[in-house]
């Protein structure tokens, strides 16, 4: 019987999957703590005017280019309309989302031969991830990473108590567009190997899933990372095993989400036994590790 993970593109797709898990772990504990899962989500739709145009001008090499270029657009363009309460974040998330996202569509419908490319990157390609790929996604982590723990405890700082923040000297504007921009980048990471529609899963479940067990910021990145590290390779042997011995057709990227949907159901009840235990009072140098 051959060995899943002994063929070459098994072998790619599972080394992406551990290259996202080491950033989505992170970040999206901030996403968790900040609530932006709504922004989180609009990153991954607003891509996909700069996808069309990278691939238009320069093909399938060309879509990383533009889908950075569009998502560091998306996270400026936030961060000033939210600034000084010009617009609420739900609000200015909603006008950025449908304008960019619109503006993809127009685009694709008028490149009909485009149609099919394009609509295997709102939903990944999971399994055809190059080793050109592997190498982007590995320097855009390794970017993250950086400035993740750079901006840890500023952004904490910021998301436990903005007014104390901003008296304490931290520039909430440059701290908020930080963020965004490592969401961008994160998106732009995984954009290509599990979607536009996927994506936002893996930053948003790893550490609501993680908050089931533990109220600790630095434990529930590392159960986020392990969680989507965990989940990748399951679901990609679900994948494996589903096309090639039932002849079922379940995508790589998809099964790999549902295996997230389904820890975080299985974690709720810890939650439920956690909240009937006897309160213990936590100190935030605890909460941040």
Do not use: K
């Not at 772990?25 to 990153?43: K, N, W, Y």
């Not at 399938?60 to 996270?75: E, N, R, S």
């Not at 309460?85 to 200015?92: N, P, V």
């Not at 436990?160 to 490592?182: E, K, Q, S, T």
């Amino acid at each position: 019987m051959i060995e899943p993970f002994a063929v070459p593109f098994m072998g790619r797709a599972l080394t992406e999957i551990a290259l996202l898990a080491l950033i989505c772990g992170p970040v999206s504990v901030f996403v968790f703590v900040r609530r932006l899962s709504f922004v989180s989500d609009a990153l991954t739709h607003t891509v996909f005017p700069g996808v069309v145009i990278g691939f238009v001008a320069g093909g399938m090499d060309g879509l990383f280019t533009g889908a950075l270029i569009a998502a560091l657009l998306t996270a400026g363009v936030l961060t000033v309309l939210t600034r000084g309460a010009r617009l609420t974040d739900d609000a200015a998330t909603a006008v950025v989302l449908t304008a960019m996202f619109s503006i993809g569509v127009v685009l694709v419908s008028r490149r009909t031969s485009y149609t099919s490319d394009l609509t295997a990157f709102l939903f990944g390609r999971l399994l055809t991830v190059t080793p050109r790929q592997i190498a982007e996604t590995a320097v855009l982590a390794a970017v993250i990473l950086v400035a993740v723990v750079i901006g840890r405890r500023a952004w904490l700082f910021r998301a436990f108590d903005p007014a104390g923040a901003a008296a304490a000297g931290l520039r909430i504007g440059w701290l908020d567009l930080w963020l965004n921009v490592v969401l961008a980048l994160v998106v732009v990471a995984a954009v290509r190997a599990v979607g536009t529609i996927l994506v936002v899963a893996l930053l948003i479940i790893p550490a609501a899933a993680a908050r089931m067990v533990t109220d600790r910021i630095a434990v529930m990145a590392l159960l986020g990372t392990g969680l989507v590290l965990a989940a990748g390779y399951t679901g990609l042997l679900l994948s494996w095993t589903a096309s090639l011995r039932y002849g079922v057709a379940l995508t790589a990227a998809s099964a790999v989400v549902l295996v997230l949907v389904l820890a975080y159901l299985l974690l709720l009840p810890v939650r439920r036994w956690r909240d009937r235990a006897p309160v213990e009072r936590t100190s935030p140098h605890e909460l941040v590790g």
